[in-house]
């Protein structure tokens, strides 16, 4: 099963430009996480961010979450080549024996 | 940190036979583990979810006789593929939680490729 929506599904930008993802979700949450993924590789957590918050940061990242509408978005400021990857969010509810269910991702692409 | 292993990281076999994927918790006790499957340019489907001693819940549209797995050990899921077919080739990753408020570790992946 498929938590919902990610947009856009691939994203081509400059090194140095920011990049925005953006996630939507169908279910109420206990937390959402953002995940990457080098190609063909395991996943790498980058930041979770609960349902009571509404911004998150850590380093390069920046992570928020509007509850009321579902949706979630990830900013990656001045990317750099070595952020090309697929980005995912990731949802856990609290109904869903703690199951964590992933969005469709986005492709990114940072040219140098 | 946590770290999960998995194996193998690649395997290729002929289709009718079968294949094992192993998952183990490396410093910690995975209470839960999850499995998924992932096809190319496409996101992590989550096929089963099992905890310690007990039975798999297997998701919707997931058959719980192909895709046998035991997690009869709290460092230790596997993932057995039942008279794999090349429609089954695909990346499998296996995911270990402690507690349930705990984070999620992943696995490395395990590529399979049926011919």
């Known amino acids: 099963s498929q938590q919902g929506e990610e947009d856009p599904q691939a994203l081509s930008i400059q090194e140095g430009e920011n990049a925005t993802m953006n996630c939507s979700y169908k279910t109420s949450i206990n937390n959402l996480q953002w995940y990457r993924q080098n190609s063909g590789r395991g996943l790498v957590h980058l930041i979770l961010?609960?349902?009571?918050?509404r911004e998150k940061h850590s380093g390069r990242l920046r992570v928020t979450l509007d509850t009321s509408k579902k949706s979630s978005s990830l900013l990656i400021t001045a990317s750099r080549a070595a952020d090309t990857a697929s980005y995912f969010c990731a949802t856990v509810s609290g109904n869903q024996g703690g199951k964590l269910i992933f969005g469709q991702g986005t492709e990114l692409s940072v040219k140098p | 940190g946590a770290v999960v292993s998995q194996h193998p990281s690649r395997v290729i076999c002929k289709s009718g036979t079968s294949v094992k994927i192993e998952c183990r918790s490396l410093d910690f006790q995975a209470t839960t583990m999850f499995w998924y499957r992932q096809f190319p340019k496409q996101s992590l489907m989550l096929m089963a979810t099992s905890n310690e001693g007990s039975k798999a819940t297997y998701e919707q549209g997931v058959e719980k006789d192909k895709f046998l797995i035991n997690h009869a050990s709290l460092t230790l899921s596997t993932l057995t593929v039942t008279s794999a077919h090349p429609e089954d080739s695909s990346f499998y990753i296996c995911s270990a939680r402690e507690y349930v408020n705990y984070g999620y570790t992943f696995g490395s992946g395990t590529r399979l490729t049926v011919v």
């Open positions: 961010i609960r349902s009571n918050e």
